[in-house]
Each structure stands twice: as C-alpha cells, then as structure tokens.
C-alpha cells in the first residue's frame, strides 16, 4: 500500500467518488486501502460505513460507525445514522440521545454544511416525536397509579424535570449558604399561620401606600451605587423604575415613612421577620414602572424568604423563581426562596406595587436562626470597622 500523500488523496477521492456512483464494492475496497495506509478520518470511516450499509452488512456499518465517533465524536453524519440504527433496533431512548445530541451541536455551528443542518432538522424532528411516545407511555402508567390525584404534586414537578419541561434551579446566594434545606421555589400560603391575617389588612395598607405615593416623597430607587463595591451595568442601577419606600431598612426603622404607615406597621408584628443586625429585616413598597423587568438574580443568603404582599397589580405582571411564573394577586401572600434564580417585570402601563418582607425561613431553628444572626451581624460590624467585604 502506497503511503504517499498525494497517492492517498487520489484513492479517497476515488472511494468517496465511487461511494457517490452506486460502487458501493468499490467504494468499501478503496476506504479499506485508505485506512491501511494510516490516513483514515471520521469522513473516511463514515463513507465505509455507508458503503457497508448498502451491502447489508450491518454489523460492519456499526463497528465503522463506531470508529468514526471515536475519532471525532462531534461528527454529526455518524451521530444521526447511529440513531437511525436504534431506531431499526427498535431502542427509541437510545436513538433520541444521538438524535438530542446531533440537533444540538448543529444549532451551535451555523456554519457546517446545509445538508447537515437538514439532516440535524430530521433528526430534531425525531427525537420530539420519540420524546412524545415516551411521554404518553409514562402518563398512561401513571395515571393508573393515581397521578393528578391529591397529594402528587411533587411528584409532577418530578415528572416535568425527566420529561425535560422543567430545568433544576438549586439555592446559590451571594453570601452565606445554609445547607440541607428543601429547594423549594415558591411556598404555600397555607403554611404561614400568620398569612390570612396580614391579607385581611390589604385594604388599610394600600390605603397608606396610595397616601405615600400622593405625597411624592418616601420613594427611591431600589439599586443604589456603593460607593466601596465595583458597580457593574445593571440597567437599574439608580434608576427610579424600580423604587423603594422603606420602613424598615438595614434592620432599622426609618422614622419618617413607618410613621405615615402604622397600619402597616401593624400587620407586620405577628410575622416572623428575619432579624440580622444590620441588615434584616427590610420592609419595603416595592414599585415597579410600565415596561420595567428585573433581570434574573440571587439573594444573600438561603436562610430567609421573601414575602410579597400585593397591592396595585395591573395585567402583564409576573414573578418567576427557578421553573415556576406566578401572577401576583392583590391581597393574596407570595412567599419565595430568593437564594434561587428569579426576575419580576411589569409590562403594563401603570405602576405596580408589593409590599415586601424577609422572614425567617420555617425548617430552621430558633437556635440555628440565632446563629446565622450570630454570624452575619458580626459580619456587619467588622465590616463597619474595616471597610464592606460582602454582598
């Protein structure tokens, strides 16, 4: 066998030319040739493959399949056939992962060839229709063992995470993590004992928050520069469209705004807000202008929630943490894990506005709550006399 190069060039294009005329004999015998002199690529086992595939012989389309993906395991001819051959064999599951595999990396290189880009479309479409087969499969099983029924609702959430609707968002704040606590993104307000009666005292605290909003005082903008951080380009860094009026800032009462707002004040006593010296808890209207959208971000610290009350939501306004959207209803508590991935928007054209809280989180103790105060106070303080460090 001749091992030079402009000879071997001539015999893989006399193999690739022969695969093309229907000599399909030809063409297996010149790849052979081509390999033996050592200048195989995936394209060139890829072209064996076929000239075995229209031989019937398909153990040697595998095995040549096989050498092509282990050269390059990117090369999409040989993944997309790989599941074509699954699919013959009657394994969909197996086939779909080379189908997932193929459509995803073709949407990452725009550039390979048309003909590549058509057969990733294919394989696309095949891969959705597997994935629908296996869906109905799954449901008809379930179904007979009482799925929709009370009490599988998690399981659900589980059912969407395989079925790949839904994606996993874990707790990852920007400071102090606690461990071993549920990944839960948005609570019921049945859980909080404390929740119906902060509803019922909606009325009064709207009441005070439109006497706030009259008055053209009290509200800031939400994400103020700090002055000893690097402030990077939120668009809403000092950007009144989404405003704070605080009643509680930093753990303190600020005097001028809890005093126009003593319902509000009120209602608030009996909830277990988050109390960390020198930074929790906050208690705030938080306002939203038309057309604003918070981009997706994390809280501090998994050791609080976050509590909404709403109080003037018009349409085209949501709240989203991890998988799950939720519209806020006027009067009704949204409670969520900011530790978690969220974003808000109000694509309305009036002003929307919550009240908003910080709790303690439920699964954690009176001595564990003691200790993570413990912890980020003394963070404050040092900070205070050594400049910021967290955050």
């Known amino acids: 066998m001749t091992n030079n190069p402009s000879e071997v060039r001539a015999l893989k294009d006399a193999a690739f030319a022969a695969l093309s005329g229907g000599d399909y004999r030809g063409a297996r015998d010149r790849f052979a ?6 200048a ?26 096989e050498q092509a993906l282990t050269l390059d395991a990117n090369y999409l001819p040989a993944l997309i056939r790989k599941g074509d051959l699954h699919v013959q064999r009657g394994n969909e599951r197996a086939a779909c992962s080379y189908y997932g595999a193929a459509a995803r990396l073709a949407a990452a290189h725009p550039a390979w060839p048309p003909e590549w880009h058509r057969e990733a479309q294919r394989a696309a479409t095949a891969a959705r229709e597997i994935a629908g087969r296996f869906e109905a499969h799954l449901l008809d099983t379930l179904a007979a063992n009482g799925l929709s029924e009370a009490g599988t609702e998690r399981f659900a959430r589980a059912l969407d995470l395989l079925l790949g609707k839904r994606q996993i968002y874990l707790q990852e704040p920007k400071y102090f993590y606690f461990p071993e606590l549920p990944q839960i993104q948005f609570y019921e307000r049945q859980d909080f004992p404390w929740a119906a009666a902060l509803e019922a005292a909606t009325p009064r605290i709207r009441a005070e928050l439109r006497a706030l909003l009259a008055s053209g005082s009290g509200f800031e903008p939400y994400i103020r520069r700090v002055p000893d951080r690097p402030n ?13 009026a605080y009643l509680v800032r930093d753990g303190l009462e600020v005097a001028a705004n809890a005093a126009r707002c003593p319902d ?15 930074r929790t808890p906050a208690v705030l209207f938080s306002l939203l ?21 709403p109080l003037l939501v018009p349409e085209d306004c949501a709240l989203r943490v991890g998988n799950e959207t939720r519209l806020w209803r006027e009067g009704e508590l949204a409670v969520f894990d900011d530790s978690m991935e969220h974003e808000a928007w109000n694509l309305s054209k009036e002003l929307r506005v919550v009240l908003l809280f910080d709790i303690w989180r439920p699964e954690l103790t009176d001595r564990e709550r003691a200790l993570v105060a413990a912890t980020l106070g003394a963070t404050s303080r040092f900070e205070g006399a050594q400049g910021r460090w967290s955050d």
């Open 33 to 38: 040739r081509v390999l033996g002199a050592g």
């Open 40 to 65: 195989g690529d995936a394209a060139v086992w890829f072209g064996l493959s076929m000239a075995h595939r229209h031989q019937g012989a398909a153990a040697e389309e595998n095995e040549a399949l």
């Open 232 to 244: 990077f380009g939120n668009p809403l860094l000092e950007n009144p469209a989404w405003s704070a």
């Open 264 to 278: 509000t004040m009120a209602a608030l006593r009996a909830v277990p807000l988050c109390r960390i010296a020198g």
């Open 289 to 309: 202008r038309p057309g604003t959208r918070i981009r997706p971000h994390h809280g501090f610290t998994n050791a609080r929630l976050i509590g909404h009350l």
